[in-house]
């Protein structure tokens, strides 16, 4: 499975953009790059994923680059309830190889 | 959709005793439950993977005879904490993979987690 490098932690005003990174250099070809959170005592829950392109959904887009060795998750309009920890996940599909391992990932801290 | 159940969701045992956590896909069919543990300050590791019908695998130090899956059917799997010690205490949390989605891509959903505590 692929490596990924989180900051610890990060600072976020309510109401702004946040900006997630993770490096993923280690990614193979048919990996793809999920991210997932996890409120506090609670069980994680899926936010998105994407293999080569952008990806955008109701909760968050994700950017990948060209060369797949990063990703950026970004939350457009931060609230409050966003405070928790993300986990950038490389992983392959399948039931077979649907492992998902969890590193440390990114305390991301919603201010008002 | 996609709702995932854990029941129960703390539980507070005697060292010694055995504990069954039940976890449940509500409104979908999931060939596949993942089990994973979260000690306190640290991320989920998993533990095991199940499939319906088939004999549980798990990872790399994790006793298969002290932790007992059973995956009977498609809403269903369990786990069994057995002679329960307090360094089994900790966050317990499954996951379940929807049927014929998880051929694409790995989307899994996860239970709320139950809280077990041996005294």
């Excluded at chain 1, 649907?98 to 201010?111: A, R, Y």
């Excluded at chain 2, 498609?74 to 307090?86: C, D, F, G, I, Q």
């Excluded at chain 2, 966050?91 to 077990?116: D, K, M, V, W």
Aim: neutral net charge; proline residues 5%; charged residues 15%.
């Amino acid at each position: 499975d692929a490596k990924t490098t989180q900051p610890p932690s990060m600072d976020c005003a309510e109401g702004r953009a946040a900006n997630l990174p993770c490096n993923h250099s280690t990614i193979s070809g048919n990996e793809y790059v999920y991210w997932y959170r996890q409120i506090h005592s609670q069980g994680p829950q899926y936010i998105i994923h994407g293999l080569k392109n952008n990806e955008t959904n109701e909760m968050a887009s994700l950017i990948i680059t060209e060369d797949r060795k990063s990703s950026t998750l970004i939350l457009p309009h931060a609230t409050l309830r966003d405070t928790a920890v993300y986990y950038c996940i490389p992983s392959r599909g399948g039931t077979s190889y649907g492992k998902l391992t969890f590193g440390q990932g990114t305390i991301l801290t919603v201010h008002p | 959709g996609a709702v995932v159940s854990q029941h129960p969701s703390w539980v507070i045992c005697k060292s010694g005793t055995s504990v069954k956590i039940e976890c449940r896909s509500l409104d979908f069919q999931a060939t596949t439950m993942f089990w994973y543990r979260q000690f306190p300050k640290q991320s989920l590791m998993l533990m095991a993977t199940s499939n319906e019908g088939s004999k549980a695998t798990y990872e790399q130090g994790v006793e298969k005879d002290k932790f007992l899956i059973n995956h009977a059917s498609l809403t269903l799997s369990t786990l069994t904490v057995t002679s329960a010690h307090p360094e089994d205490s900790s966050f317990y949390i499954c996951s379940a993979s929807l049927l014929g989605l998880a051929i694409a891509y790995n989307e899994q959903f996860f239970g709320p987690g139950t809280r077990l505590t041996v005294l």
